[in-house]
């Protein structure tokens, strides 16, 4: 198994997400560690905890982001199977043993599993909510039908670090992330899903998000977020076009799935930005009306209650 973690500037967190990763019971890993020009001490402490664990192999590279650090990973794997980790984050010592067993035992392409959520007073907010497995029956699930039973129930979750990965799999669909962009997860993992034919469940909460201040996922919503959301469904739809006409409907369910929420969360940008926004979200038909009265006219509506 391959575990990649991308590390930028994560010096007061990266020590102890290494350490749970070097601690698996599963000990046939190398573990890719990608620099991704961080500025803080991070360097120092993979520089020792390499020297420390063989392993540990570390890539560095200038500053890129999290899609271009999570392929230069990817490209390096050598492993059967390969982990996306997050460099502040947590995994349960059983975990890549569990997963490798079961892939291995019912030859899957992959398996997911569930998270928690710690580190802050919001952990109990509805989309930290990562509990799914345990909502399935423990059987082989092609990736369309599970897709679409997640999203019938309402508890899909994009995070890559959910699921565990057969690694010829993205080779041969030639699955990387989108570089440059935010939420790279929602456009990544669907295509995951829609590419794997045999997919299974663990239901253990394995994977421990952290949740804290400075991160992406706990930065203020800014237009970048928006222009992530519009990349993935730009780009769902275009992978989507020369597939069949069911494939075509789910992306089209996921794409709204995300693209409402990302509106009615855009309501504090400048009108110039709504707008903009509001132009895009016209090629999506599964835009509700209520999304579009959100993002353009709780601004104003604010001010006026104010006066």
Not at 115 to 124: D, I, L
Not at 126 to 133: G, I, S, T, V
Not at 287 to 299: I, P
Request: aromatic share 8%.
């Amino acid at each position: 198994v391959t575990v990649v973690i991308p590390v930028y500037n994560t010096a007061s967190y990266v020590e102890q997400t290494l350490r749970c990763i070097m601690g698996q019971t599963l000990r046939e890993i190398e573990i890719l560690v990608v620099d991704d020009g961080s500025t803080d001490d991070s360097p120092a402490i993979l520089a020792r905890l390499a020297a420390e664990d063989p392993r540990i192999r570390i890539h560095t590279q200038p500053n890129r982001g999290l899609s271009e650090a999570r392929n230069a990973g990817l490209d390096r794997a050598a492993g059967r199977y390969i982990y996306f980790m997050d460099s502040d984050d947590l995994l349960e010592e059983e975990t890549l043993a569990c997963c490798h067993e079961k892939c291995e035992r019912e030859q899957l392409d992959m398996v997911f599993f569930d998270a928690e959520s710690f580190g802050a007073p919001t952990t109990n907010a509805p989309w930290l909510d990562y509990r799914r497995a345990g909502r399935f029956a423990d059987r082989t699930y092609a990736g369309a039908e599970l897709l679409g039973a997640m999203l019938d129930k309402n508890c899909y979750r994009a995070s890559a670090c959910l699921s565990f990965m057969r690694l010829e799999l993205l080779r041969n669909a030639g699955l990387r992330f989108y570089p440059g962009m935010l939420h790279e997860d929602e456009l990544f993992t669907p295509q995951l899903y829609l590419s794997a034919a045999r997919i299974g469940r663990i239901d253990r909460p394995f994977f421990k998000r952290r949740v804290r201040e400075g991160s992406i996922m706990g930065a203020a919503f800014s237009m970048r977020n928006m222009t992530g959301y519009l990349t993935a469904a730009r780009e769902l739809r275009r992978w989507a076009a020369a597939r069949d006409a069911a494939t075509r409907r789910l992306i089209g369910r996921l794409t709204a799935r995300f693209l409402n929420p990302a509106a009615r969360n855009a309501w504090a940008l400048p009108l110039h930005e709504r707008l903009r926004i509001a132009r895009a979200l016209t090629a999506y038909p599964g835009v509700k009306a209520g999304s579009y009265a959100r993002l353009l006219g709780k601004r104003p509506l604010r001010k006026l209650l104010r006066r």
